[in-house]
Structure formats: structure tokens, C-alpha cells
């Protein structure tokens, strides 16, 4: 197996763990909305990162882009526009749902969409294999545990805002609101595909001496550039509706503001870095065995971070078993990826 397997493993892990926690300076924001700091953190971590992070490890960038034709750029132009209005349609779920339902619903679509999606593109005479069956049992267990949090999560918002469900914020049936949880489960694992298809851009910053561990980066700024567009307009959108755009000037608290939408925006880009450079650690599978292993630690840390936060402060002892055996499984799939994938790839 090329690379650093344990490497790729740590790598996978840690991803989750920064991905997990980027929303975490959100709860310090001083008199903006979400859509004040959501635009900010969209422009910093899709438009102006993944470029610092390519002019960083790809030696001569701009002479990378003007030797591939344009048609190159379409596996990132599409990858990043479905991945796009994936995080749109995240948001439209979970106010149709409720955050723990639609949450659960599109972390069990990703983490199932990602790990054989990538199979079947790139390693298709694995997906039916022995060699195959540890992750897909692991991801079984995620599948699990998620589905056990999720439970956890929607009795826990029962018990802590009254005995009814919390009003919905975007309307639609329950129905609905699943179809849209699905697609964006399954549209959200479309950057993957940005990375890996990109094959010129890939051979051309390899090429201009680009450690085949970054290459991916150059890739990346097509992707992510492309995907930041659904996710600003959709922010113009709320900004304009609430008419809250007047709250960069009037707050007071611009530059605290600036920097906690910028740090968030450098733990998220440095997760998904980090997912990509496990991936290429880990072989022909790495896309599949890194995704599951970042998407599973973003479940556990968001939800051990929001646990010490008190967000679970109020739930009855049945509530909070559900979501402790529901992490136990998770780390229990991680610990098979870890030891038991091993001969992947």
C-alpha cells in the first residue's frame, strides 16, 4: 500500500476532530446574525483558502491553470456546484426536520455515499471483496450510532423546549423534508470527486514539482471556488431579508467578528486538507476509508464539543445513554478502520 497508512489513519481522525469544532466560535459572535458571519466564513474558506493553501504547495500555480485546457476544469466546476447546493439544502433540511433528525439523516447518507461512491469510481473490483468487508462493517456500526444520536438528539430537544417539537423554521412535510436530507447527504460527498477526477490538473502540479501528497490542492481551488457560490448567494439572500447587513457597520464589533468567521474558516479548510491528504495515504481506497473516518470523528467531536458546551443539559438519564452508546459505536468503527482495514488498496 503506497503512503502511511497510520499516518493517513491520524490524519483522518484529525480532520473529523478540526471539522468538528469549526462551528465552535460561532456561539462568541457579538450582534451579527448567522448570515453576517456565514457569508464572511463562505468567501474566506471557499474563495480565498484553498488559493493561499495551492500557492503554498503547488510550485508555479498560475502556470499549473494555463497549461490544462478548460475542459480539465469540468470535474471541479460540477463537483463543486453540486457540493455547493449541498450546504444550502443542509440548512433547508434541518428547519424542515429539526437539526438532530436532518442531521442524522444526512450524516448516515454521506458516510454511506462517500465510502462506496468512491469505490465504485475508482476501485471498482474492491467493492465486492473481502479485502472490503471491515469498512463496510464499520460503516454499518456508524450507520448505528448516528442513528442512535439521532433519536437521543430529537427526544432531548422534546425534553428541553417542552413536551411538543420545536415549531418548524422552513415549512414542508416530514416527507419532503427527508427527500431534501437524502440529497444533500449524498450531494455533500461531491467535492471527493472534485479532488480525485481532476486528472490534468493533478498531473501538471506534479509536474511543476508538487509533492503528489498536495497536489490535490490545485484541484481543490476549483472545486471549493465553485461551490462557494450557492452558499454566498444563499447568505445575500438572508441578509437581505432580515435586512441584517447593516450589522457590519452598525455593531461595533466588526474586527472580533472577522476573526472568529476567519477561524472558523481555517479549522474547516484545514479538515478538509487534511481528509485529502489521508486519503492519498491510504491507496486506491483511501477516498473511502479517510471519508468514513471524517465523517464519523465529525460527528463524535461535534457532538463531544457540544455535550461539554451543556448543549445536552436537561435531557433524562434514558436521553443521554442513547447518545453515549451512540458515540461509543462510533469510536468502535473507528478502532476497526484503524485495525482492521488495514490491507485495503
Do not use: D
Not at 444550502?88 to 461512491?117: K, N
Request: charged residues 10%; aromatic residues 12%.
Amino acid at each position: 500500500m503506497p503512503g502511511n497508512f497510520v499516518a493517513g489513519i491520524l490524519m483522518g481522525v484529525f480532520a473529523g476532530l478540526v471539522n468538528g469544532i469549526f462551528l465552535l466560535p460561532m456561539r462568541y459572535k457579538r450582534k451579527w446574525e448567522w448570515e453576517n458571519m456565514w457569508l464572511i466564513f463562505a468567501i474566506v474558506s471557499t474563495l480565498v483558502f484553498p488559493w493561499l493553501a495551492a500557492f503554498v504547495a503547488v510550485p508555479h500555480l498560475t502556470a499549473v491553470f494555463r497549461t490544462v485546457s478548460l475542459a480539465s476544469l469540468v470535474p471541479g466546476l460540477i463537483a463543486g456546484a453540486v457540493w455547493g447546493i449541498a450546504q444550502v439544502l443542509y440548512g433547508l433540511a434541518c428547519g424542515m426536520v429539526g437539526i438532530a433528525i436532518g442531521s442524522a439523516v444526512i450524516s448516515c447518507t454521506a458516510i454511506i455515499a462517500g465510502t462506496i461512491g468512491p469505490i465504485v469510481a475508482y476501485a471498482p473490483g474492491q467493492l465486492i471483496s473481502r479485502a472490503s468487508l471491515p469498512l463496510f462493517v464499520a460503516v454499518a456500526i456508524i450507520f448505528a450510532g448516528i442513528y442512535m444520536y439521532g433519536r437521543a438528539g430529537a427526544q432531548k430537544e422534546k425534553e428541553t423546549a417542552g413536551k411538543e417539537a420545536s415549531p418548524q423554521i422552513v415549512k414542508g412535510s416530514m416527507r419532503s423534508g427527508l427527500i431534501v436530507s437524502l440529497t444533500a447527504g449524498v450531494f455533500g460527498t461531491a467535492f471527493i470527486y472534485g479532488g480525485k477526477s481532476s486528472t490534468a490538473i493533478l498531473s501538471a502540479a506534479k509536474a511543476a514539482g508538487a509533492s503528489p501528497l498536495f497536489a490535490f490542492y490545485a484541484a481543490y481551488v476549483v472545486t471549493f471556488n465553485t461551490g462557494s457560490i450557492p452558499g454566498i448567494i444563499y447568505s445575500v439572500y438572508k441578509l437581505r431579508r432580515n435586512k441584517s447587513a447593516r450589522n457590519y457597520l452598525t455593531s461595533g464589533s466588526l474586527l472580533w467578528n472577522l476573526g472568529l468567521a476567519t477561524s472558523m474558516a481555517v479549522l474547516w479548510y484545514a479538515g478538509i486538507l487534511l481528509y485529502g491528504m489521508s486519503s492519498e495515504e491510504m491507496g486506491r481506497l483511501g477516498p473511502s476509508i479517510a471519508f468514513a473516518l471524517f465523517s464519523s470523528g465529525t460527528v463524535l467531536f461535534a457532538n463531544l464539543f457540544g455535550w461539554l458546551a451543556g448543549e445536552w443539559k436537561g435531557a433524562s438519564r434514558s436521553t443521554l445513554q442513547g447518545f453515549v452508546k451512540g458515540m461509543a459505536l462510533i469510536v468502535l468503527a473507528v478502532v476497526i478502520i484503524a485495525f482492521g482495514v488495514r490491507h485495503l488498496g
